[in-house]
């Protein structure tokens, strides 16, 4: 019941952004600020460094004073941007809720100097207190924590859950609070911060899909022998990073608690130097309202590039045109493209939204499977079973536009095989969707689907 009416709060506040300013139209498929290139690698494109605008000076200024020194930064701006590849990571598959949330756990027990974490959901429920208790525990042994939270995505937890917090010596960063004079000049409410980032001591990073939330307390039917829906949790994908990718991690964390406060950040190692742990190459990117696109770019030029198989997980699946476009081309020229969408969604919106494309997707070749029993959270893709991608982001225009979002990218056939089975045990456990049967689904479900497709991609 708790999670029913604090996921209603989220939906209310959700319609409350659609009335802003700017929510009301959709960009033109356009709309990039650099062309895609069909021979372009499947990945943003390498460009020039930001430049150095007030926003980069005051950033500078703002690091200096707090005393956080990062070591290289225009490299790792590049880095952390999309515009640039690492070699030499570690990088571990963590799937759903105990898997994540207790690697997690048992790095944040292990951390000697700061832990900087990054949610859209912190929930005050049976997990959500785990967690507080855990790093109120760190803070007490001498361990600076960082937390940044959406306002958005904690519209449902009481104030005082993060008062408890701040009075143990955690320094706490909302991320765009509801009321506009805690921002004065910088209140920008259509735009959410959807990253899920965890860093401890510069050297251990976290992220994927997974919220602080007591849905996840609990796996879905992957790797699962129950059968039982009520003893099932969320769907979900994380990765866990060493080695000189989890930089750039850190550095969006803290470019990004800048661009909310001036200060807050006491001065720890947050850059230490980080050696090779692995084989994996990596590509951090981190996107934002305002910015390049960077994610959705490299969808797009990943489905561009993609010559044998596309293989997409997606919670919320509501594409532009010119994605469904890339899509559908991928299929025409033999491409086998498959996605593992939702049949148990917590926005019934979203879903319908996301059911309006089935006939179009199918009719084009492409196999769409739905997910039964637990509640599919995953945002995963891997192409070729060579490049795979690992995030926040879900496939709707409000990720791409209005939120922060973070992805990685790994190429590499040892991880893309790990996707790949991941991908191929969720296919045993979903339904397909046949264009045969779609057709006969009532004209009352067509409706609901139009309805859906115009308001559900703003949510």
């Known amino acids: 019941m708790m999670f029913l009416l604090r996921r209603g709060l989220r939906l209310l506040a959700a319609g409350m952004l659609c009335a802003a300013p700017g929510c009301t139209q959709l960009p033109d498929v356009h709309y990039l600020k650099a062309p895609l290139h069909p021979d372009a690698a499947p990945a943003a494109e390498i460009q020039e460094g930001r430049g150095a605008g007030k926003a980069e000076a005051l950033l500078a200024k703002r690091l200096a004073e707090a005393g956080v020194v990062i070591p290289g930064r225009a490299a790792l701006e590049a880095v952390a941007s999309g515009h ?82 701040r009075r143990a010596g955690i320094h706490l960063c909302p991320y765009h609070p509801l009321n506009p004079l805690l921002r004065i000049g910088r209140w920008k409410i259509n735009n959410r911060d959807h990253r899920k980032i965890l860093v401890v001591d510069g050297k251990v990073a976290f992220t994927g899909g997974a919220n602080i ?40 964390f803290v470019e990004n608690w800048f661009s909310q406060q001036e200060h807050g950040l006491d001065p720890k190692v947050y850059f230490p130097p980080l050696a090779t742990a692995g084989d994996k190459t990596v590509l951090v990117v981190g996107s934002q309202p305002g910015g390049d696109f960077e994610i959705y770019r490299a969808y797009v030029q990943a ?118 089975d991941a991908f191929a045990e969720d296919l045993k456990n979903s339904t397909e969707i046949t264009l045969k049967d779609w057709e006969k689904r009532p004209e009352a479900d067509r409706f609901k689907e139009w309805a859906a497709r115009v308001v559900g991609r703003l949510l």
């Not at 598959?93 to 859209?120: C, H, R, S, V, W």
């Not at 059968?227 to 930089?247: N, Y």
């Not at 991928?330 to 879903?351: K, P």
């Open 213 to 252: 939330s007591q849905t996840y307390a609990k796996g879905s039917l992957f790797h699962s022998r129950s059968k039982k829906p009520s003893s099932l949790g969320w769907r979900d994908t994380h990765v866990r990073i060493e080695g000189p990718a989890v930089a750039p991690l850190q550095l969006l």
């Open 303 to 420: 489905f561009e590039q993609a010559r044998q198989t596309i293989h997409l997980t997606a919670a919320y699946f509501v594409p532009d045109a010119q994605l469904m476009k890339a899509l559908e081309a991928a299929a025409h020229r033999g491409v086998q493209v498959e996605l593992i969408l939702t049949n148990v969604n917590d926005s019934g919106i979203v879903h319908q939204a996301t059911q309006s494309y089935y006939e179009e997707l199918l009719k084009a070749g492409i196999r769409v499977f739905q997910l039964k029993s637990s509640i599919l959270h995953a945002k995963t893709g891997v192409i070729d079973g060579h490049w795979s991608t690992v995030g926040s982001t879900n496939m709707d225009m409000r990720s791409f536009i209005n939120n922060k979002e973070i992805n990685v990218m790994v190429t590499g056939d040892s991880f893309g095989r790990e996707m790949e």
């Open 84 to 165: 640039s590849w690492t070699a030499g990571n570690k990088v571990s598959l963590l799937f759903d809720g105990p898997q994540t949330l207790g690697a997690m756990a048992a790095a944040i027990a292990a951390a000697k100097d700061n832990i900087n974490l990054e949610t859209y959901i912190f929930d005050q429920d049976e997990m959500g207190l785990r967690f507080a208790d855990l790093l109120m525990r760190k803070q007490r042994e001498g361990v600076q924590v960082n937390i940044i939270y959406d306002c958005v995505g904690t519209i449902g937890t009481p104030e005082a859950f993060f008062d408890r917090m």
